[in-house]
């Protein structure tokens, strides 16, 4: 029994664990191919990151060290929940240090802190079929993985470089792992796609509502999709962060005021706290 | 620097939840509701909580229908989460609904036909007028019913079509169903797994695409062969046992709808059915089952399958009313991340597109 | 299952929820950084010839869901039975775990799940004589920065060929875990290996 009486460590009962962690074995085994699993209903709503919930339920352990993020900061209220429920059900220390975890949950981000062997970044996935907007229907995507037949998003690219002169897409832009399954990196802005490439951390996807689990070993080859005359690019906003002064992290705009007045600010709370304390010592 | 980033998301939540927790309660000067008035009075909210819950248990539904402050699909959420902690013990027998003890049971195919025709309690031959008696406080109990129906068997409509070769027969499977709550849809998708995810979605939903497949999308022409409502008795074979034992009584619905069949090269034309199952008395989620289960039948039947109660992605994966409700409402999490990336991409495009404007 | 026959059997986890999400972690790590070995801390009671590492394997993975072939003899049977809750299989292509404390049965007989779902495969579980890291094969492929290193003793001699068999399926084929005592790595699909 855990932390909250009445309920089993991490919360999931161990029929469930081992069911998800066979899950998430083979897809480790498997780098980027969707594994169906049973997802359960969580205590939290769908959407809010069950399926990242269940993952790092499976995973996690009383020798972990949990962050938890929603837009790349720890202090959004969805954050504050999943870390709350996690320190209620398993009795885990949590941090907000990018470098002390040994688990970290995500939901839209990967942090600015370059990652580490070791480290589990566990993304909270919406939709982790790449393709359900070019053909929602399950039955046929599945057979285009099988047949590793990507021409229709390679159409949408095309299409979209034709029309603006550049991909359309910012975030959930799709990327090739392996040189084999095409996969959604979830909601995560296109900025932070070069970060899943070669990462030493090992990165774990769960989608609660479409019950799919898929995964990034380390060090394996993430390539954003792209044309050679049209080479993939991140784009953030062309500014400076207000508080640390990063030209380098992913920025969000904040409105200071109703006459246009606008800042930008690091998404990554951590990265941006640790600048500003390092800039105070250093003065 | 004047700005300073937003914080104290955990006193938000908490200040949140205890504001949520006074607005349950209402007036302080009223008593509160008990669980049981809910489960009593409130009864088909408690009937189609259990069913979309997927867990039968009256007191628990009832309980979750007073935290959710009346909203039913956020109490059969409730339910949900909470089934999904219970071991599983057993699995029960199928229910055998031919030897339900009936409180109600109609055909609209036959005027009379063996063991008759059961009004029971319905509002169909109700006037919806507000009954302002009821808005008095010490409202007297009504009498009881003069005569409840005898146990005399009730064959079912289907039956009696069979009997003639009228009716598709239904051959009873081998194979172990698949189990909805332990492994995820997979398409193509067979009826028994179809007729449970039917069975725990939304009313509201099933409602709406039985009522289109009446409107032309899709081939129906649905008479009720028959609608029967009271108590079937579940058992389980312990394994240790070896034999069947009574584990209780549930109350459930059942719904036969009498379709159309053109037949095909092989097969002469018959009627064929839809089917519909649910917790408790339920009556209008069970035809529009039905409804919904012979539109899915379609590719199964050779038929033409366009319409959308047709679809079998369509409907499975859009029935489940918590998984529907999570997605939708996840939206008002924030997304600044996205939207900003969004906002620099369009950004870009613009200067791309008036760039090329001005050349 | 008869009292008599309970009594005689090893007891399994000690702390079963604690010890299977820790041999979990050295599963998935090995999983994940192919070739590199890893410790079961606490490996749990079992009859021989069940190792440290397989027997850990066995209890943290297989359950009533997943048939599993041994050929560890009639104790170790029942005991995965007992302890596991699993189903047994009558031959190795129909089993999800595999537990090969003999010869290995042919990868090629072992379930390699289909094009549409190459998760529907077969997870060998393997005791070798040892496990050095630092010499030997040399491995790469996904989760494996440059070249990782795995010396493996007591492998049939056709090891090799049909290792590179498995891993020319990708994405069907069969994963690997290897163990020696309470030690254990993995070869999934994707690792491809040199002679060292």
Redesign the interface.
Known sequence: MSAATGYNFGYLDEDTKRMIRRALLKAVAIPGHQVPFGSREMPLPYGWGTGGIQVTASVIGPADRLKVIDQGADDTTNAVSIRRFFARVAGVETTERTAEASIIQTRHRIPETTLREGQILVYQVPMPEPLFRLEPRVAETKRMHALADYGLMHVKLYEDIARHGHVAISYNYPVMVNGRYLMSPSPIPAFDNPKMHRNPALQLFGAGREKRIYAVPPYTEVRSLDFEDHPFEPVRARAGCALCGSRESYLDEVVTDDAGGRIFVCSDTDYCQGRQARQEAAE | ???V??????R??EAAHAWLARERRGDPGLPALTVGQIEQQLGLAVDRVMAEGACHDRGLAALAIKQARGDLIEAA?LL??Y???L?RFAASLPLDTGAMRIRRRISATYKDLPGGQVLGPTFDYTHRLLDFALAAEDEAPPPPPEASAEAERMPRVTGILAQEGLMQGEVAGEAEPPDL????????AERPLRLQSLARGDEGFLLALGYSTQRGYGNAHPFVGEIRMGEVTVEIVPPELGFAIEIGEITVTECQMVNQFAGSKTEPPQFTRGYGLTFGHAERKAMAMALVDRALRARELGEEATAPAESE?FVL?HCDN??A???????K??????F??????IR??RA??LR?AAE | MMPAMRATLAAGFAEPVLDAQACFRAALEAMARPGRVQRVAAPPEAPPPLGGAAAALLLTLADADTPVWLDAGPEAEAWARFHAGCPIAAAPGEAAFLLAAGPMPPLASLAAGSEEEPHRSATLILQVAALAEGEGWRLSGPGIEREHRLRVEGLPPGFAADWAANQARFPQGVDLFLCAGDRLAALPRTTHLAAG
């Open positions: 620097m004047a700005y980033a937003v914080k104290g998301g955990e938000a939540i959420f949900r989460a089934r999904t902690t071991p709550t332990r492994e995820p849809l997979a398409f193509p992605e994966y918590v998984e409700t999570g997605f939708v409402e996840h939206l999490l924030p997304h600044y991340v996205d900003q990336s969004e906002l620099e991409k870009q495009l791309t597109a090329e």
